[in-house]
């Protein structure tokens, strides 16, 4: 069975940072991307940014509202995703979600069960 | 401002029907394929139709996806109170120059 499984969220001051953890089992890690949205309290879903797998040369992107400020990595060999989020705004309280995903197109299919991350003073 | 647009809500009686729209452009709907996904209140979302008119397997074919131009459309036959959700129509989409998701708003189906 497919799980992933976030961690890591809290309560965080604007200016500060935060790492998420995305900790997958069931599948072959390395064989798929991952990809983190958000969703704001009452609000829909927001893409973040993903990272590919290995195939499509582990390759990264980001929405623009949180680049240069949002780094993903993974790590294979612990099939561990994160999420490290700096210089942090209030708008950026959200749960936040992982995601498997496949193919270039990095297309989600399974979601964890998201991790919310409140920033606030 | 969603760059996909559903309608905020639909609504219909037990055992009825109700399609759910989604309207892009060319540089995403037109082009791509388009996937759907159910989020029941309190949890995350989960796929329902991928590449416009697939279901993953477990998922019950009263949910069909069929899409036309820069448009698609999730259908529900047979409805149950369970599927009372919110449905997210999702793509990728290049005009910005690079490659990025986006999604609708979501539709809040109320089963009456």
């Known amino acids: 069975e497919v799980q992933l499984v976030e961690s890591g969220g809290g309560l965080a001051q604007p200016g500060r940072s935060l790492r998420l953890s995305c900790s997958a089992s069931?599948?072959?890690?390395?064989?798929?991307?991952l990809s983190w949205f958000r969703q704001a309290p009452g609000k829909g879903l927001e893409w973040v940014g993903f990272i590919r797998d290995k195939v499509y040369g582990e390759t990264l992107e980001y929405a623009a509202s949180v680049k240069d400020r949002f780094t993903i990595s993974r790590d294979d060999s612990k099939s561990i995703a994160y999420l490290q989020m700096n210089s942090l705004k209030t708008e950026d309280t959200a749960v936040y979600y992982c995601?498997?995903?496949?193919?270039?197109?990095?297309?989600?299919?399974?979601w964890g069960q998201g991790t919310l991350v409140t920033v606030s003073s | 401002q969603s760059v996909l647009t559903q309608p905020p809500s639909v609504s219909a009686a037990p055992g009825q029907k109700v399609s759910i729209s989604c309207s892009g452009s060319?540089?995403?709907?037109?082009?791509?394929?388009v996937s759907w996904y159910q989020q029941l209140p309190g949890t995350a979302p989960k796929l329902l139709i991928f590449d416009s008119n697939k279901r993953p397997s477990g998922i019950p074919d009263r949910f069909s996806g069929s899409k036309s131009g820069t448009s698609a459309t999730l259908d529900i036959t047979g409805l149950q109170t369970g599927d009372e959700a919110d449905y997210y129509c999702g793509t990728w989409d290049t005009s910005l120059g690079t490659f990025y998701w986006v999604f609708g708003g979501g539709t809040k189906l109320t089963v009456l």
């Open positions: 060319g540089s995403n709907i037109g082009n791509n394929y």
């Open positions: 069931g599948f072959t890690f390395g064989d798929f991307g």
């Open positions: 995601t498997r995903t496949w193919g270039i197109e990095v297309r989600p299919d399974y």
